[in-house]
């Protein structure tokens, strides 16, 4: 579909952001003008010469997002308009620019005494950045000279190296071969693989799976020394920062505490059996007498999917999500009526679906809508994601608005499993709700265990290089083929193919950034339960969240929804519902 055949009701409004063309490059003009932070430098030592910077600052950044926003999303409407292209890159190259005048604002503050920092945090005027200033606190012994800070950040691009080299072997030299599919010949892809591991020909997904991890095992080599540089990498910046572990650094620059981390993996650990054990009824339902790891997706449940057109499905989820009140309804339903969402999938489109949000704009949500049961709830994701952002731009200030990555999943969480509890409740067709388990059964394992296995594994390979043992393709693969076995039991054939997935995971070059997704699914499925259990009050908790921002650190941010990840009874719940899950779908399986 060409995206002028779109009716103008399933496309996003991009003039809320500017009118036209013209009036971006007006406002891309004025605002190249605004990189003038050089003549700070050297004077933030008094309230009034810092403040003066920070407001500067947040001019700059409020109207230079603006400008990327358009330019963002009028280059994924169509990817080959080079114009978009031209647009996109202009924006990205000034942000860079203005990036590297201001670099000399941390050191700066760093190098303060701890009393000024002090005095800062208290000064009223100072208000909406205390906590940005009480995290530059923090990162004082950790912070360098100037002259060493710019050296860090001149070494951050060749040592950043390593994820594109990954990209490019990736995305354009693999070497994928062909394979037989839907009666052609095509090439196999990392896309095509996901279609056809959760279609229902076991010997297509047995052929493609050996073809996937062929084309891997002949570079494995190369794959496993592009890992080790990055683990080396964080160890360099680890040690030079003066940390204790690469774990350490990750974790105390967004504010977490370890033991979230180490609580995740514990927990998890501990009900591991409860994966076996749906492993072990996933091969008795499929019938199988060997299981492989290429059987794990397929659904269970065949001719159940939801097939609803937009308007359907977008009703569908405002009568799930009802539970968080006629606020949070309305606001959603603006989503549809006011030009927020682009739906419909068309020439050139970005594929997949998002959300952005900035401040001073509503935000936008991408799909590619189709009728699907997995776009239904993508439409409840999203708008998750979007109303999220909506409520901290609107009551926070800028400084205090942009929420941190670790919660960045949790609103569009808690959408999704409000849904989904909502269609078990209701539906009366016995393979619809065994449909629905299997789906939350599979969500929980993707993001919760799955996630958690990542992470293990990304812990381990890090202390084995920080022990001073080199990283190679065979302890690598040992590390992993052992953590496959520990999570999903003997009911599945751990062969050498699965023993190299992690040469294949882009996750793993944003080190330590998976196991957000396992506390994220975590908190989001304590907040939904306790909105269906306590209502009114759970749901304003849940809202004093969603207006959080930055205000403080993540962890008690989800404690005023009352997801608290310093004890382990969130942990427990997310397992609980899995067990839950798995003994409804086991019962109506009998």
Not at 133 to 160: C, D, F, M, N, Y
Request: proline content about 3%.
């Amino acid at each position: 579909m060409k995206r002028s055949e779109v009716p103008e009701q399933y496309k996003w409004r991009v003039s809320d952001v500017f009118p036209c063309d013209e009036a971006w490059e007006g406002a891309f003009s004025a605002l190249e003008s605004k990189v003038d932070f050089a003549k700070f430098k050297g004077t933030l030592h008094t309230v009034e010469n810092l403040l003066a910077f920070f407001k500067a600052d947040e001019a700059f950044s409020v109207e230079a997002m603006r400008v990327y926003l358009y330019a963002f999303l009028k280059h994924d409407e169509d990817i080959r308009v080079t114009k978009y292209n031209s647009y996109l890159g202009k924006i990205i190259s000034l942000l860079t620019r203005a990036g590297a005048e201001t670099a000399f604002v941390t050191p700066e503050l760093t190098a303060l005494p701890e009393e000024t920092l002090d005095s800062f945090i208290k000064d009223e005027r100072l208000a909406d950045y205390d906590y940005r200033l009480s995290r530059i606190k923090a990162s004082k012994k950790h912070t360098l000279s100037e002259r060493e800070e710019v050296i860090l950040a001149q070494s951050s691009e060749p040592l950043g190296l390593f994820s594109d080299v990954f990209d490019m072997l990736d995305n354009a030299e693999l070497g994928l071969p062909e394979i037989e599919f839907e009666g052609k010949k095509q090439q196999l892809t990392h896309g095509l693989y996901s279609v056809i591991m959760n279609g229902h020909d076991r010997a297509k997904r047995k052929e493609a799976y050996e073809l996937y991890y062929s084309a891997y095992r002949k570079i494995i080599g190369t794959l496993a020394t592009t890992y080790s540089g990055n683990v080396k990498a964080n160890i360099f910046f680890k040690t030079v920062r003066g940390y204790s572990s690469c774990l350490e650094k990750a974790l105390n620059e967004e504010d977490v505490s370890a033991d979230v981390y180490h609580r995740l993996v514990d927990c998890v650990n501990e009900y591991a059996p409860l994966m076996h054990r749906y492993m072990e009824l996933r091969k008795r339902l499929m019938g199988y007498d060997e299981m492989y790891m290429y059987d794990i997706y397929p659904s269970l449940v065949e001719g159940a999917e939801l097939k609803l057109s937009f308007e359907d499905a977008f009703d569908l989820c405002l009568k799930g999500l009802a539970p968080l009140g006629k606020e949070y309804l309305d606001l959603f339903r603006r989503g549809r009526e006011e030009g927020w969402i682009d739906v419909c999938e068309t020439e050139g489109k970005t594929g997949g679906a998002y959300s952005i949000g900035i401040y001073g704009n509503h935000p936008f949500v991408l799909l590619n809508y189709q009728k699907t049961t997995h776009d239904v709830f993508t439409i409840a994701h999203e708008m998750g994601h979007s109303l999220h952002s909506y409520y901290s731009n609107t009551f926070r200030p800028f400084a205090k608005s942009d929420y941190t990555i670790f919660v960045a999943e949790v609103a569009s969480t808690v959408n999704e499993v409000l849904l989904l509890k909502y269609l078990l409740k209701t539906s009366e067709d016995p393979a619809l709700k065994k449909y629905l388990l299997n789906y939350f059964m599979d969500m929980i394992r993707t993001t919760l265990f799955r996630q958690t296995q990542f992470a293990e594994f990304e812990e381990r390979a890090h202390a084995l290089a920080e022990s001073g043992e080199p990283l190679n393709k065979d302890n690598l693969s040992e590390i992993y083929l052992s953590l496959n076995k520990k999570y999903y039991g003997e009911a599945v054939v751990h062969d050498d193919n699965i023993a190299i997935e992690w040469a294949r995971i882009p996750h793993f070059y944003r080190s330590f950034y998976v196991y957000k997704y396992a506390t994220g699914i975590t908190a989001a499925i304590c907040i939904a339960n306790r909105i269906l259990k306590e209502g009114e009050t759970a749901v304003e908790d849940y809202k004093k969240f969603l207006k959080g921002g930055c205000s403080t650190d993540p962890v008690s941010l989800l404690k005023l929804a009352g997801a608290d990840l310093t004890q382990r009874a969130p942990f427990e719940a997310a397992m609980e519902e899995f067990k839950s899950a798995l003994d409804e779908f086991e019962a109506l399986n009998r």
